[in-house]
């Protein structure tokens, strides 16, 4: 088997308006809201990651407060290469997806994509193997997020027999990071959800992979005000 030869191109989706994390995203796009106590915006974070991983050219697909994003990126000091779209109508998430990989410099060859939203840390080298060796025209990385509520376990005869506070889910999500082919920009739709379309199609054809995180992996979706604290509480415990 060939060695796989990792991506050095990705898209971050920057164009949601983040109506969850208010007041927090009247002014700012939900990639510019800063975690507490890093002084550094949601997308630096993942900027930062992408190059560590290996990356050289970012598009960034932006909307929702497009130019102060834009500011941001002209002003800061990027270890990277980044470009910016903006959709002049909604394209739904698969259209705009698609859109973005055109602004791609190296369209013969494969990328990475992540959600603006994602604060994570795992070795996207790994991943890519591992799309790479499953020969997937798109590979998904998984998460098992911690269930926010305290939950119950019982006995046959129904005697509650234990509380487990904040178990992890039993169920593994999408982490909105992903790995795509070359073959995979023009699988997807001009105008749609690429999730509702692209994928059930890959998925019945055995060409979708699922990536789980690797134990340990540091992964959180930023939302609302809650994952900011709790995202700043758990950072302050961490290495990176």
């Known amino acids: ?36 106590g890093t002084g550094t915006p949601i997308i630096g974070h993942q900027l930062a990651w992408l190059a560590e991983e290996g990356v050289t050219d970012v598009v960034v697909s932006c909307g929702h407060l497009a130019e102060v994003l834009q500011e941001w990126l002209d002003s800061a000091v990027l270890p990277l290469r980044v470009k910016t779209v903006v959709e002049t109508e909604p394209l739904g998430r698969g259209g705009g997806l698609k859109y973005a990989a055109a602004a791609l410099p190296h369209p013969d060859q ?60 039993p169920y593994l999500i999408n982490a909105g990071v992903y790995v795509f082919s070359a073959e995979f920009t023009g699988l997807l739709p001009d105008v749609g959800d690429h999730e509702r379309t692209t994928f059930p199609r890959l998925a019945r054809e055995r060409r979708l992979a699922g990536f789980p995180l690797p134990n340990g992996a540091y992964w959180r979706a930023i939302d609302t005000a809650k994952d900011l604290t709790e995202a700043a509480k758990e950072l302050s415990t961490q290495v990176r």
């Open 110 to 169: 494969p990328w990475y994509a992540t959600n603006g939203d994602i604060w994570t840390r795992f070795s996207l080298r790994e991943m890519a193997a591992f799309h790479a060796e499953r020969d997937a025209a798109a590979t998904l990385a998984l998460a098992r997020p911690r269930i926010p509520w305290g939950a119950v376990e019982t006995d046959a005869f129904g005697h509650i027999t234990d509380f487990i506070e904040s178990p992890p889910s």
């Open 1 to 36: 088997m060939q060695t796989p030869t990792f991506p050095t191109q990705a898209v971050v989706l920057a164009g949601g308006q983040g109506s969850r994390l208010r007041p927090y995203t009247d002014d700012r796009p939900k990639p510019m809201v800063e975690i507490p």
